[in-house]
Each structure stands twice: as C-alpha cells, then as structure tokens.
C-alpha cells in the first residue's frame, strides 16, 4: 500500500525542547514538503527537498531544521528557536517538482507545545 | 508573485443545495491550480486540478472547477451537497519556479439536513 506516514500523530512538547517529526513515503518520489497549518491561515512552506541531500528553505523556515538523506524519508527538527510552534503539521511528497505534479499529503502531525 | 484568495471563510448549505466555493487567483505566468479537501485532523486529498488542458475540469465526488481566464477564477461547484461534503476546502496555486504550492486560506463548508 502506497503513500505517506507521518509520526507521531500527537506530540506535546516543553518549551527550551527540539523536537523531530517523522516523515516517510514509498511513493518513490523526488521531491518532498513540510507545511505548517494554523486555523484561518492555510498552509504555509517550511522547506521542500528536491532530491537527496539537497533542501530549500520555504516562507517560515526560521526555527526548523530538515535533512534529506534518503530518498523516502524527509524529517523535521522543530527547535526551540521557533517563538510559537503550536500547529498542525504536514509533510507532502510528488513525483518531481514540476508544476503539474500533484502533492501527496500524509496525515499530519499535531504539534502543542506545553 | 503568484497568490491565491478564497472568498468566504465559511460556506453553509442544505443537503441537496448547489456547493460554490470561490477562488481567484494571481500569477505572472499560465498558472496550474488544484484544489485540496481537508476532512478534521486528517491530511489533504486532492479533488482536481488544473494543467493547461481543458478548461472545465471534472474532479472526485461529483466536484468540477471551471477556469477563468479573463476572470483569474477557478470556482469549484458540485450540482447537488452531501453531508459527507462537510470539511474545509483549499485552493492552490503552483509557484512562478514551479516549485511548491501557494495556498489559500481555505473555506470551511457546512452541510444541513
């Protein structure tokens, strides 16, 4: 069964803490995503990866981190340099970053921070 | 740049009523455009989208979006509501480097019986 997991789905953490979301796809696609989505505000880029080892910042990559070592799995440190970091989190994967290419999403993960 | 807005950030209707949800779009380029339905803490699935091609584009559940060119539109309707319609609606663009997607800040709709 194709697509993409995303784990933990709930996960609570102290301020001051990193904290690493998991994302996973054998999709076998190139290119993956994370999203950040508050209510009333959609969905905002954090960084995307084009191909292995290889990552751009997106619109509000301050106070995250990404590594992109293998091609199925794109994870994303969550630091305490993030002021608010309360939100839901999805990760997205396609099948390269052509235009046309549609996104894939996982199920998310939801962040709170205590 | 490209942008997307959503007009209403709630939609109501009665089971059996016409669905429109509204989308207008901004882009320096022929833009590809999607549109996204997001049922509660779960992730996005696709409805349908917009390449190029044909200009009415017939999506899943009965949904259809028509693009607009002299109007930068790309409304999303379906003939008659569901309750299982009920959830949140996203309209996206893809980016001028065709990279990502640019998002709208989407539309809640609620069905009544």
């Known amino acids: 069964d194709g697509g993409i997991t995303q784990s933990p789905k709930y996960l609570f953490r102290k301020e001051g803490q990193n904290v690493t979301l998991s994302c996973e796809q054998n999709?076998?696609?190139?290119?993956m995503y994370w999203y950040r989505q508050d209510p009333g505000q959609g969905l905002r880029l954090i960084y995307y990866?084009?191909?292995?080892?290889?990552?751009q910042k997106g619109d509000i990559a301050e106070g995250y981190s990404v590594s992109r070592e293998k091609k199925e799995s794109f994870p994303l440190t969550v630091t305490s340099a993030q002021k608010n970091p309360t939100a839901f989190y999805l990760c997205?994967?396609?099948?390269?970053?052509?235009?046309?290419?549609?996104?894939?999403f996982g199920p998310g993960t939801r962040l709170t921070v205590l | 740049a490209q942008s997307v807005t959503q007009l209403g950030s709630h939609v109501s209707v009665s089971e059996g009523a016409l669905v429109l949800l509204r989308c207008n779009y901004s882009s320096s380029v022929p833009p590809y455009l999607f549109w996204y339905v997001q049922y509660p803490n779960q992730g996005l699935q696709l409805l349908l989208k917009?390449?190029?091609?044909?200009?009415l584009v017939k999506g899943i559940n009965g949904f259809e979006a028509e693009f607009k060119k002299s109007e930068t539109s790309f409304h999303l309707t379906k003939p008659s509501a569901h309750m299982s319609d009920a959830a949140e609606y996203f309209c996206?663009?893809?980016?001028?480097?065709?990279?990502?997607?640019?998002f709208g800040k989407g539309t809640t709709l609620s069905v009544s019986s």
């Open positions: 990866s084009q191909i292995v080892n290889d990552f």
């Open positions: 999709l076998n696609h190139d290119a």
């Open positions: 917009y390449t190029s091609a044909a200009t």
């Open positions: 997205a994967s396609s099948i390269s970053l052509k235009g046309t290419d549609t996104q894939y």
């Open positions: 996206a663009v893809t980016r001028e480097a065709g990279t990502a997607l640019i």
